[in-house]
């Protein structure tokens, strides 16, 4: 997720959307516009009066989570614990705007942050619990992971050569020999498992809470149907010790799951460290924790 320092990035500010609004729904043309106060880089949301979103891919590779989205998510919803974003209508191209996209019924809550969550283990199975219903939906039918998921849900050998790329340049600033061997043992732990539902970006940033209680899941773009292992990522992101522990124990998952989910773990914050400039010092330590979390549970658990 960014923070918006201000409107306009990748194009799209709050005037393309309120021309949009009056060109296609005129209906709602009278609501105000507003940018959200966090917001993700796949998209762009802006409040559209006080009960709904409206969302718009900031790129052609985000194109495919529009039709995905508005043709599952009301297909899931009833399955799932927690809610996730109603689908109101979609929009077409237009007013300078390339791309299709959609409104959305307004979900109330934050996002999950440390200091919104008084009883992490409690919010640990809570996440644990919503993966379990999602990975439980009918799969058949549903979007097999590949380019529009950016691979997740397949198999983490699709960033070997980025993955291998990232610890040539990282020697020396993290141990990239226990690194590479977590990553082999990733590869190695092939998924031979039944399709099952994936979200594709289980983080802080996309889970809501209200009154420290997990109230919804956001920003299915990455989901399909494959493998599970990268929705396990959270893990080592938000929770340690005893959230950890109890997300592990709530979750279940084999042991081949667990070491592609560090793999993925792995590749993410390897990726981002070696992106990481002098000024992201608090981004770049942060992923450096994420590793260092990685190595040492591939330690004991491997």
Not at 32 to 53: A, C, F, K, S
Not at 59 to 77: I, S
Not at 157 to 184: F, P, S
Request: charged residues 25%.
């Amino acid at each position: 997720m960014v923070s918006l320092a201000h409107d306009g990035r990748a194009g799209i500010d709050a005037a393309l959307v309120k021309r949009l609004i009056a060109a296609q729904f005129p209906r709602w043309s009278g609501l105000p516009v507003t940018p959200v106060e966090v917001d993700g880089w796949d998209n762009r949301t802006y409040r559209l009066g006080d009960d709904m979103t409206v969302r718009l891919p900031t790129a052609a590779g985000y194109v495919p989570a529009v039709d995905k989205e508005n043709h599952w998510l009301p297909r899931l919803a009833p399955s799932l614990p927690v809610a996730v974003p109603p689908i109101l209508a979609k929009g077409a191209p237009g007013e300078g705007y390339a791309f299709p996209w959609s409104v959305r019924g307004w979900l109330h809550g934050e996002t999950a942050d440390r200091g919104r969550v008084e009883d992490m283990p409690r919010f640990a199975i809570s996440v644990a619990e919503f993966l379990l219903a999602l990975q439980g939906c009918e799969a058949v039918g549903g979007p097999i992971a590949g380019e529009h998921s950016w691979y997740r849900g397949a198999s983490p050998r699709h960033y070997d050569e980025e993955t291998r790329r990232c610890l040539a340049m990282l020697k020396g600033r993290v141990d990239t020999d226990r690194a590479a061997a977590v990553w082999d043992a990733a590869l190695a732990a092939e998924w031979s498992g039944a399709p099952v539902w994936f979200h594709g970006d289980i983080a802080s940033g996309n889970l809501l809470v209200a009154d420290g209680q997990l109230t919804a899941v956001i920003d299915f773009g990455t989901s399909g149907v494959g493998d599970p292992a990268c929705d396990l990522v959270i893990a080592w992101g938000m929770f340690s010790g005893d959230s950890r522990k109890a997300f592990r124990h709530a979750v279940g998952q084999d042991d081949g799951t667990w070491a592609r989910a560090r793999g993925w773990a792995l590749w993410k914050s390897l990726l981002v460290l070696s992106e990481c400039t002098e000024a992201d010092q608090e981004r770049a330590a942060l992923n450096r924790h994420v590793i260092s979390e990685v190595l040492a549970d591939h330690d004991r658990f491997a």
